[in-house]
């Protein structure tokens, strides 16, 4: 069955740093495109970085280029996120989604950033 577990979330200040994984189940990351999105409080889902199957190509929101890095460790089956430079903004659950149409979706974790 296939299943997206995100991971390493939690309470950081403006300014600081967390990593967020995705790992995966049920099929091989490296052979599916995968994504982060994030949804805040009253606010619609916005997409914030993708990495291809296979050639490592990525995309990242404009709002997050320069702070935020996706890569993938194909022996673990896992997705990160780096995220530096964090903002108040930056507030949201972060979900992973990967497969045609993004067909599959991990439950989400949270990440707040406040003083």
């Known amino acids: 069955q296939v299943q997206l577990v995100e991971s390493g979330g939690g309470l950081v200040q403006p300014g600081g740093s967390l990593r967020l994984s995705c790992a995966a189940s049920?099929?091989?990351?490296?052979?599916?495109?995968t994504a982060w999105f994030r949804q805040a409080p009253g606010k619609a889902r916005e997409g914030v970085s993708c990495?291809?199957?296979?050639?490592?190509?990525?995309l990242y929101a404009d709002s997050v280029k320069g702070r935020f890095t996706i890569s993938r460790d194909n022996a673990k089956n896992t997705v990160y996120l780096q995220m530096n430079s964090l903002k108040p903004d930056d507030t949201a659950v972060y979900y992973c989604?990967?497969?045609?149409?993004?067909?599959?979706w991990g439950q989400g974790t949270q990440v707040t950033v406040s003083s």
């Open positions: 989604a990967a497969g045609s149409n993004w067909a599959y």
């Open positions: 049920g099929f091989s990351s490296d052979r599916v495109a």
């Open positions: 990495i291809s199957r296979r050639d490592d190509t990525t």
